[in-house]
């Protein structure tokens, strides 16, 4: 973690697990004010989950349409470049996407064979596997926003035959520059379509596996708070 780089003048690997498990810590001894401080929170996080699955819908209804293009085109001797690769990041996307809606609607699979033997059980069996998950989970979005971080580095463009729209990309730059130079960026901006920048297609990764990580957090928090888990509706084959 040597290149872990401080924020506010705190070593990121503290807001990134340290702080958590300390919050977690505090649901765990003082169960009432946790449900008092956070209630609020949740509700707001149980909108953003119900927010990440419509846009991951929304990614899939894309993959059927870009599908329907590509029949379209096959049947009217059109070339349609980029359609394959296209449907790959919708694809990606429709995955990343669904992560956290996913967990707080018991989609994932979850071992629970240990987890029926008793009460007690159940409750330090799932907090301690809802702590291990949300570290590896923590891990794995600080990574996924590393790698999305390098691509733009190195500026890795796509070797398919996707190309996107570069005020595409100047829209999405923005988040990342300051408002001052904004103006300047869409004055070096033209109307020509470039290779897609392999950063476009992972930023549906970082934020899924960042939103996966979250949701994952909050309900190790909700099951020390409350003393049971939020993930009831398990699906069962």
């Known amino acids: 973690m040597r290149d872990w780089q401080p924020f506010l003048g705190v070593p990121l690997w503290f807001w990134l ?19 008092r401080i956070l209630a609020p929170v949740w509700r707001v996080l149980d909108r953003v989950y119900l927010g990440s699955g419509i846009i991951a819908a929304c990614f899939m209804v894309m993959i059927l349409l870009l599908i329907v293009g590509q029949m379209l085109a096959r049947w009217s001797n059109v070339t ?25 609607r018991g989609a994932h699979i979850r071992v629970s064979v240990l987890l029926n033997m008793n009460g007690f059980l159940r409750f330090w069996l799932d907090a301690f596997a809802m702590l ?28 398919g035959q996707d190309f996107v729209p570069e005020w595409l990309l100047t829209f999405f730059a923005m988040f990342a520059n300051s408002p001052a130079n904004w103006a ?37 928090t909700r099951l020390l708070a409350n003393g049971e888990t939020s993930i009831i509706r398990e699906t069962v084959e």
């Not at 694809?91 to 707080?104: I, R, V």
């Not at 291990?132 to 580095?153: D, G, M, P, Q, V």
């Not at 901006?189 to 996966?212: D, R």
């Open 17 to 35: 697990f340290v702080l958590p498990t300390l919050i977690a810590a505090f649901c765990l001894f003082r169960p009432d004010a946790a449900r």
């Open 80 to 104: 349609f470049p980029g359609s394959t690769e296209y449907a790959g990041y919708a694809m990606a996307a429709t995955s990343f996407f669904a992560l956290a809606h996913a967990l707080t």
């Open 132 to 159: 291990i998950a949300a570290l590896t989970a923590t891990y794995f979005a600080r990574y996924a926003i590393k790698t999305n971080l390098l691509s733009e580095l190195l500026n890795d463009r796509t070797q």
């Open 184 to 220: 300047q960026m869409w004055s070096q901006t033209s109307a020509e379509w470039v290779y897609t920048p392999v950063w476009l297609p992972q930023i549906p990764m970082s934020i899924g596996t960042t939103l996966l990580a979250l949701s994952i957090w909050d309900m190790l």
